[in-house]
Each structure stands twice: as structure tokens, then as C-alpha cells.
């Protein structure tokens, strides 16, 4: 059995196209959206409204933690397009999963990355796509559950949740061969990303899982540039499956 993992997809429907080539399945592990792109300026919804000039300040200030400052250059730069701004971003982030969702191989198996909007994927998922969130699936006679989404950050991006609704997700998930995540369990050289130059949220109660049940391999994305790819937990190998948007390639697993 050969699987395909990838997460943080962030538009490239170019390489998502192909991304299952030799496998018998593809795992998705969310964020699909590119809001804004931190190494290119141009790219993604934020400059396709205000462009790549405003982006890159409005990156800058994210970087350097002023999140008040930031939070207000969006503010100003919202107050100047007409209508609602959640109603420019739903258009935006619509054309941007029609895209995606069409390119994206059967069969698939997704969760939700925190930059997702789970009420729109109904939307656009299409025959062999199934969404798994706080569930769990046998895939080639292995028990792979999925724990979408992410924790809450002053980030504040759409689909970040309370630590006891993540930790209930997790619980319901329970034992399996391979658990797949979008963040990372809580350990700290996992969640360090050395671009960024800052630690990421992980989290506590995939960790106790992973201690608890041992499956075989946890599978997350999330953290685009970490310190460490891959630790082992006791037997559980826990892998960082890869930034798809920056290298359009898949993790594979076989068995």
C-alpha cells in the first residue's frame, strides 16, 4: 500500500494535479487558502486587494510581533473597498477552493488546516473527497484518524479552536495506526520555525495520545520551516510531512 501526505497546499493546485501519481490514495492535511505569502509579497488574497507593497508592510509588522499595528494597516486597508470585507474574502477564498478542489486527486482524504473555512468545503469537494475531522478511517487495513484545525494564536486566523475542543477531537479520534494532525504535537523542536524565527502552538493532548496509544506514525504540517522534521516518541515516528506550496512534493508512506 503506498499513501501520499501533504499539508499547507497554499494554491498550488499547479503540483496539487499531480501529487497522488503512484499512490493508491492522497492524505490532506489542510490549509489549502493562501492568504497572504510571506516569501513572495505578490501572491495570495491580501495583495490580489491592497498589492504586494502593503502585504510586504503588513508582513513586517506581523514578523515583528506588533500585532496592534498590524490589525490596524488591515483595518484601514479594509475601510477603503466597498461592502462587507468578509464578503471580498469569501469571494476570494471561493475561487481559490473551486480551483484547488478540482485539481485535487480521488481518492482523497482531508482534515482542516486552521487558514481553512470548513463551511465552504461542501462547496467544492468532488466524487472519491472525504472530509474527516475527530474521525477515523481504515486505509489499506491501517486506522488512520484525522484532527483538523488549529489552536488559538494571536494570529486569529478562521479555523483556530479552544484547547478542550482540539483535546475532544483527539479523544474521540483514539487509538490508531497513524494519526494525522495539521500542528504538530507539543514538542518543542517540532514547533520552531527557524524563517519565521518563531515557535508555532502545538499541541498538549495530541502528545498525550501519542504517548498514550503509540500508533505507528504521527503526521502533521503546519510549521513551514522547522528546526526538526521528525522525532520518535516512544515507537510513534512523528514526521512533519512537508510545506507542499514551497516544494510541491509528497511524503510517502508505504506498508
Not at 496539487?16 to 493508491?24: C, I, K, Q, T, Y
Not at 492535511?29 to 495570495?44: C, P, T, V
Not at 483595518?75 to 470585507?85: C, E, N
Not at 495520545?209 to 516518541?233: D, N, S
Amino acid at each position: 500500500m503506498r499513501v501520499h501526505v501533504i499539508s499547507d497546499v497554499h494554491g498550488r493546485a499547479d503540483a496539487l494535479a499531480g501529487a497522488a501519481a503512484g499512490a493508491d490514495a492522497l492524505i490532506c492535511l489542510g490549509d489549502l487558502i493562501l492568504f497572504i505569502d510571506y516569501d513572495d509579497h505578490a501572491q495570495g488574497i491580501f495583495p490580489d486587494l491592497f498589492g504586494a507593497e502593503r502585504a510586504a508592510e503588513f508582513i513586517a509588522l506581523r514578523t515583528a510581533k506588533r500585532f496592534d499595528e498590524a490589525r490596524a494597516l488591515s483595518a484601514r486597508l479594509w475601510s477603503t473597498l466597498d461592502g462587507d470585507p468578509r464578503e471580498h474574502i469569501e469571494r476570494n477564498v471561493r475561487a481559490q477552493y473551486e480551483e484547488l478542489f478540482a485539481a485535487m486527486p480521488a481518492p482523497a482524504y482531508l482534515t482542516y488546516g486552521n487558514v481553512d473555512i470548513p463551511r465552504l468545503w461542501s462547496d467544492y469537494l468532488q466524487d472519491g473527497h472525504q472530509v474527516l475531522d475527530g474521525q477515523s478511517v481504515e486505509i489499506g487495513g491501517w486506522r488512520f484518524g484525522f484532527v483538523g484545525g488549529g489552536l488559538k494564536t494571536t494570529y486569529r486566523t478562521p479555523y483556530e479552536i479552544s484547547d478542550e475542543e482540539f483535546a475532544a477531537k483527539v479523544e474521540a479520534v483514539g487509538e490508531v495506526d497513524v494519526l494525522c494532525c495539521h500542528i504538530p504535537p507539543a514538542v518543542p523542536e517540532l514547533l520552531y520555525d527557524v524563517v519565521a524565527r518563531r515557535f508555532e502552538r502545538g499541541s498538549e493532548a495530541t502528545l498525550a495520545a501519542i504517548r498514550r496509544t503509540q500508533p505507528r506514525y504521527a503526521l502533521f504540517g503546519h510549521v513551514h520551516q522547522p528546526l526538526h522534521r521528525r522525532t520518535r516518541i516512544g515507537r510513534t515516528e512523528c514526521v512533519n510531512v512537508g510545506h507542499f506550496r514551497g516544494k510541491g512534493v509528497p511524503f510517502i508512506l508505504e506498508w
